[in-house]
């Protein structure tokens, strides 16, 4: 059964370009995720990603995997919900993470 994942590219209100993910990311759907980071990221025009990650409720494995294949082009904003297991994968240690 696949997860619920709402994806939203856009740019936030500084002109940041930006990937909102609302739901849960595991492995039924981060095939999609994948791509539409990937995507998100080669539009992004050589700035920084923000992926807003503050309304995902799940992330497992896969769902790391994608964002650190980007880690180089990418800043994330976090719930405290996510934020130990940002940090314990190492994540923490390649990009800008803002807590909301």
């Known amino acids: ?3 619920t994942l709402t994806l939203t590219a856009g740019h936030r209100p500084d002109g940041a370009p930006s990937l909102t993910a609302v739901g849960e990311i595991d ?3 981060a095939e999609t995720f994948a791509t539409v980071l990937a995507d998100a990221v080669h539009r992004s025009e050589k700035k920084p990603l923000v992926v807003d990650l503050t ?3 799940y992330l497992d494995s896969a769902g790391l995997a994608a964002l650190f294949e980007h880690a180089e082009h990418i800043e994330l904003l976090s719930s405290p919900l996510l934020e130990p297991l940002l940090t314990v994968s190492g994540l923490a240690d ?3 993470i803002h807590s909301q």
């Open 1 to 3: 059964m696949t997860s």
């Open 27 to 29: 492995m039924s759907n």
């Open 55 to 57: 309304a995902v409720e």
């Open 94 to 96: 390649l990009v800008t």
